[in-house]
C-alpha cells in the first residue's frame, strides 16, 4: 500500500510539472506567416515562420502577438493572431495523462509480490521448465491481465481562416488646411521603397480685408514624397516625410455687385514637412500633420493666399 501511494504522489507531481513547464505557444496555420519588426504590417518583414511552427509567445498587443525570433536585432518579432491559433499551457492535450498515468503505476506497485511468487515457486524446477513444450509457451494470457487502455482520438485543429492584411500602399481619405482653410479628398499611395505620391482635391473660400466680393476656389494638387528613417514602437508607428508639389486653383469671385462674377485660374507651387502616425490596434489608418510654404499667385486684387500653412488628413489604407 505504501508503494502504490508513493508511485501516484510521484506520477502527480512530474505531470504537475510538466504542465506548468509549458509556456503560451502561437502554432501556425496558415502555408507561412510574416515576422514584422513592429506591431504594423507597414513595418519591415524580418522573417517567415513555416506552417506548424509553434513560436514562444512573450506578449499580446491588440491583434497581434510578440514572438520569440532569435535572427531579430532584439531576439524577437510580431506575427498577427488570424496566422494560427493560440495554446495557453498545454494543459488540454495533457489533461487525460495523470490518471491513466498515475492507474499503471498503482497497478504496477501492486504487481511485485504475486511475480515474486510466481518466480519463488518456479525456482525450484528449472527442468520442467525447460522441458515445457513450444505450444505452452504461446499460450494467450488471459483477458483479465490484459491492461484496457482507453483508445482516444486526437482530431488535428481546424487551420484558422487567415485575413491578408493591408499593407499600406493606397489610401483614401480627407484633407483640412493648406495655405488657406480648404476641405477636400485625399489619395495616398506609397511605393515598396520610401517614395511616396499624394493628391488632393479641396475647395476653400476667401474674403479680403481691402475688397468686397467673396473669392470661392476649387485646388488640386499633386505631390511627390519622400519617407524618412521610421520611429517603431509596440503600439506606434510613426512614419516622417518631406513632400514638394503644384496647386493648380480655379476661382470666381462674386458678390461685387449684383450679377457680377468673373473666374480667374492660377498655379503655383508648395514643398512640405510632416508625419504620418499608424497604430497597432488601426493598422488600417493613418493620420497625417504637414506645415509648409504655399506659393500661389493671388487670382484676384486682394485675394492673395499666404504663404505659410498647416494641414492635416487621414487615409484609410485599402492595399
Known amino acids: 500500500m505504501i508503494r502504490k501511494t508513493a508511485a501516484v504522489v510521484v506520477v502527480l507531481c512530474l505531470s504537475s510539472a510538466s504542465l506548468h513547464a509549458q509556456s503560451t505557444k502561437l502554432t501556425v496555420s496558415a502555408a507561412s506567416a510574416s515576422v514584422?519588426?513592429?506591431?504594423?504590417?507597414?513595418?519591415?518583414?524580418?522573417?517567415?515562420?513555416?506552417?506548424g511552427a509553434a513560436l514562444d509567445v512573450t506578449r499580446e498587443?491588440?491583434?497581434w502577438v510578440k514572438v520569440a525570433w532569435p535572427s531579430a536585432a532584439d531576439g524577437s518579432g510580431y506575427v498577427r493572431m488570424s496566422a494560427g491559433s493560440i495554446s495557453h499551457g498545454g494543459a488540454v492535450a495533457s489533461s487525460t495523462r495523470p490518471a491513466s498515468t498515475a492507474a499503471s503505476a498503482s497497478r504496477a506497485a501492486a504487481s511485485p509480490a504475486p511475480a515474486s511468487r510466481a518466480?519463488?515457486?518456479?525456482a525450484p524446477a528449472p527442468r520442467a521448465a525447460a522441458?515445457?513444450?513450444p505450444?505452452?509457451?504461446?499460450?494467450?494470457l488471459p483477458a483479465s491481465r490484459i491492461e484496457q487502455q482507453p483508445l482516444t482520438r486526437v482530431s488535428a485543429p481546424s487551420p484558422a481562416k487567415v485575413i491578408t492584411p493591408p499593407t499600406h500602399t493606397l489610401g483614401l481619405g480627407a484633407r483640412l488646411g493648406g495655405s488657406?482653410?480648404?476641405?477636400?479628398a485625399s489619395v495616398r499611395g506609397w511605393s515598396r521603397g520610401r517614395l511616396g505620391m499624394q493628391l488632393d482635391v479641396s475647395h476653400y473660400s476667401m474674403t479680403s480685408p481691402i475688397e468686397i466680393g467673396t473669392m470661392n476656389a476649387?485646388?488640386?494638387?499633386p505631390s511627390v514624397l519622400y519617407s524618412m528613417h521610421d520611429r517603431i514602437t509596440d503600439h506606434l508607428w510613426m512614419r516622417p516625410y518631406v513632400g514638394a508639389g503644384a496647386d493648380w486653383a480655379h476661382a470666381t469671385l462674386g458678390g461685387v455687385t449684383p450679377d457680377f462674377s468673373t473666374s480667374a485660374n492660377t498655379l503655383?507651387?508648395?514643398?512640405?514637412?510632416?508625419?504620418?502616425f499608424m497604430f497597432a490596434n488601426v493598422p488600417q489608418f493613418g493620420l497625417s500633420l504637414d506645415v509648409g510654404y504655399y506659393h500661389m499667385p493671388a487670382p484676384f486684387v486682394g485675394f492673395e493666399p499666404k504663404g505659410l500653412g498647416a494641414a492635416a488628413s487621414a487615409h484609410w489604407y485599402i492595399r
Open 36 to 51: 514584422y519588426k513592429s506591431p504594423s504590417v507597414g513595418s519591415p518583414v524580418i522573417g517567415q515562420a513555416q506552417r
Open 61 to 63: 498587443v491588440g491583434d
Open 119 to 122: 518466480a519463488a515457486a518456479q
Open 131 to 133: 522441458a515445457a513444450t
Open 135 to 140: 505450444a505452452a509457451t504461446t499460450t494467450p
Open 180 to 184: 488657406t482653410f480648404g476641405l477636400g
Open 218 to 221: 476649387t485646388q488640386i494638387g
Open 268 to 276: 503655383g507651387g508648395k514643398v512640405f514637412v510632416g508625419s504620418e
